[in-house]
T-cell receptor, first 112, second 112 residues
Framework: GENVEQHPSTLSVQEGDSAVIKCTYS??????FPWYKQELGKGPQLIID???NVGEKKDQRIAVTLNKTAKHFSLHITETQPEDSAVYFC???????????WGAGTKLIIKP | EAQVTQNPRYLITVTGKKLTVTCSQN?????MSWYRQDPGLGLRQIYY???????DKGDVPEGYKVSRKEKRNFPLILESPSPNQTSLYFC???????????FGPGTRLTVT
């Protein structure tokens, strides 16, 4: 069935360095790819999203890239800060009914 | 303040004792959804609703029921809870299917 694979499951980076989280999806009809951030004890919150007619989107220190041919998309965080520590989820819209299929999550740890 | 609320936040119960987790949103959103979050599995959709009196199964609907009698409320019902339903549950809403989802704070359920 349709699925989204997310790597790595845990990522530890030095404060100020960049972090990259990668996802691959299986449904070629997917056209919408959001990223959510979940802080401890809270629900996920949308941080950036991209649609299939765009290859890259940036918002300050975060960016998302999409390669539809290879069916993968990535989240890039530059100049990481302590408040970036959280669990990040990627998702892909299911082409058949527009529901989201979620990755398993990446725990990002920013080391001071 | 625009928000999604869930109650209770924490619940410990025994096998077979019916329970309801409430979800309410004050943003006049049409779309609402229930997810469960388990370690290593990300978010899995249980049920969703496109509008009042319109509900549909997600990926893991077995053992759950929902209702959407009013636009703002979307309760999750476990008629006969079992230990494999021990999980962290999130309710979410969005203006439309495929839009940004706003998540509640989560309900941690333990079934013994």
């Amino acid at each position: 069935g349709e699925n989204v694979e997310q790597h790595p499951s845990t990522l530890s980076v030095q404060e100020g360095d960049s972090a990259v989280i990668k996802c691959t999806y299986s449904d070629s009809a997917s056209n919408y790819f959001p990223w959510y951030k979940q802080e401890l004890g809270k629900g996920p919150q949308l941080i950036i999203d991209i649609r299939s007619n765009v290859g890259e989107k940036k918002d300050q220190r975060i960016a998302v890239t999409l390669n539809k041919t290879a069916k993968h998309f990535s989240l890039h965080i530059t100049e990481t800060q302590p408040e970036d520590s959280a669990v990040y989820f990627c998702a892909a819209e299911r082409g058949s009914n527009y529901q989201l299929i979620w990755g398993a999550g990446t725990k990002l740890i920013i080391k001071p | 303040e625009a928000q999604v609320t869930q109650n209770p936040r924490y619940l410990i119960t025994v096998t077979g004792k019916k329970l309801t987790v409430t979800c309410s949103q004050n943003m006049n959103h049409e779309y609402m959804s229930w997810y469960r979050q388990d370690p290593g599995l990300g978010l899995r959709q249980i049920y969703y609703s496109m509008n009042v009196e319109v509900t549909d199964k997600g990926d893991v609907p077995e053992g759950y029921k929902v209702s959407r009698k009013e636009k703002r409320n979307f309760p999750l019902i476990l008629e006969s809870p079992s230990p494999n339903q021990t999980s962290l549950y999130f309710c979410a809403s969005s203006l439309q299917d495929g839009g940004e989802q706003y998540f509640g704070p989560g309900t941690r359920l333990t079934v013994t």
